[in-house]
C-alpha cells in the first residue's frame, strides 16, 4: 500500500509516522509514506500558495493551482492508476473502522490535507474522490488527520503487524471492546491479577475474557452492544441446529466465532 500526502507540512507528517511499527512496515516495504510538498508547485515567484477569499471573511484560501499541480505531478508516476484522493475536511464522510477496511484494501491512497481557512472549492470538485472526516471538531489543518487515518489503515495492511499482533485485531472486528489484561507482577497496590488468568486453562481463559468484553462494551458503548447482540441473534436464527443447548452469551458468542471461522475457511477451499 503507497500512501501520498499533499501538504504544506512534509516533515510534519513523515517524522510522526516514520516511527515504531509503521517504521518497520516501511522498512519491511510493507507500506511506503510520501508526502509531496504543495509549495514546491507554486508558480508565484514568492513561493504564495494562499490568498484572500472572494467575497470577504476571516483568513486566506489555499490557491487551486499549486494543489492541482502537485496532484498531477503524483498521478503521472502512477501509469493510468486512478487512486482515490481523500480530503480532510470535518464535512465529509466519518472515518471509522470499516472505512478504514475498505480503504486498506487499496493499492494507493492520495491524502489531501488543507490549512489555513481550506482549499479553492474548484480544485476539490476537480480532483477530490472522498471527503472524510475525523469527528465534529474543527482541526487547524488537515495533517493531524491524515496521520490518523494512516496509522490505522497500516496495521490493516497484511505484514504490518506480526501475527501476534493482529490477534488483537479480532475483538475490535467483532464489534466488542477489548477485555482488560494485566502483566506482572501478579499483585500491585493489594489488586490481584484475576485467578483465572493463571489457571492455565486457555478455555475458561477465553470465556472470561469474551464476558468481560461483552460486560465492557455494554456499560461504555451500549450502541455497539445492541449491534453486536443484534448480529448473534440473526446468527443463532439462520444456525438452529447448532444453537438448541442451553449456552451463556458469551458461550454462544464463542460458538457464533468458531463457526464463522469454520465458513470461511470453507469458502477460500472452495475458491482454490
Ligand atoms: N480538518 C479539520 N478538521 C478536521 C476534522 N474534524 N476531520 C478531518 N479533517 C479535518
Known amino acids: 500500500m503507497n500512501f501520498h500526502i499533499l501538504t504544506l507540512f512534509p516533515e510534519m507528517v513523515e517524522a510522526g509516522l516514520n516511527t515504531s511499527i509503521l517504521k518497520r512496515a516501511i522498512e519491511g ?3 511506503t509514506i510520501k508526502a509531496t510538498d504543495i509549495r514546491d508547485y507554486t508558480l508565484d515567484k514568492h513561493k504564495k500558495v494562499d490568498d484572500y477569499p472572494y467575497g470577504g471573511g476571516a483568513g486566506m484560501l489555499m490557491q487551486a493551482q499549486p494543489v492541482f499541480d502537485a496532484y498531477k505531478a503524483l498521478e503521472k508516476n502512477m501509469d493510468n492508476r486512478k487512486p482515490r484522493v481523500l480530503f480532510m475536511t470535518p464535512q ?3 472515518f471509522d473502522q470499516k472505512f478504514a477496511e475498505e480503504l486498506s484494501k487499496e493499492e494507493d491512497l492520495i491524502f489531501l490535507c488543507g490549512h489555513y481557512e481550506g482549499i479553492d472549492e474548484r480544485v476539490i470538485e476537480e480532483i477530490v474522490t ?3 472526516s475525523l469527528g465534529d471538531f474543527v482541526l487547524t489543518g488537515g495533517e493531524l488527520a491524515s496521520m490518523v487515518m494512516i496509522d490505522c ?3 490493516l495492511v497484511p505484514g504490518v503487524l506480526g501475527s501476534e499482533e493482529s490477534a488483537v485485531d479480532e ?5 466488542l471492546l477489548e477485555y482488560p489484561q494485566y502483566t506482572r507482577p501478579e499483585e500491585w497496590m493489594g489488586k490481584r491479577v484475576p485467578d483465572v488468568l493463571l489457571s492455565g486453562n486457555h478455555k475458561e481463559i477465553a470465556k472470561w475474557r469474551t464476558a468481560k468484553a461483552l460486560e465492557r462494551t455494554k456499560e461504555k458503548r451500549p450502541d455497539m452492544y445492541k449491534d453486536m447482540t443484534d448480529k448473534l441473534d440473526t ?3 439462520q444456525n438452529p441446529k447448532k444453537f438448541r443447548k442451553k449456552r451463556s452469551l458469551e ?3 464463542m460458538k457464533m466465532r468458531e463457526l464463522t471461522a469454520q465458513m470461511s475457511e470453507e469458502t477460500k477451499e472452495n475458491e482454490e
Do not use: Q
Open 29 to 31: 516495504g510493507f507500506i
Open 92 to 94: 465529509g464522510r466519518r
Open 130 to 132: 472522498d471527503e472524510v
Open 153 to 155: 489503515i497500516s496495521r
Open 171 to 175: 475483538s475490535f472486528s467483532d464489534g
Open 235 to 237: 446468527f443463532k436464527s
Open 251 to 253: 458461550e454462544d458468542l
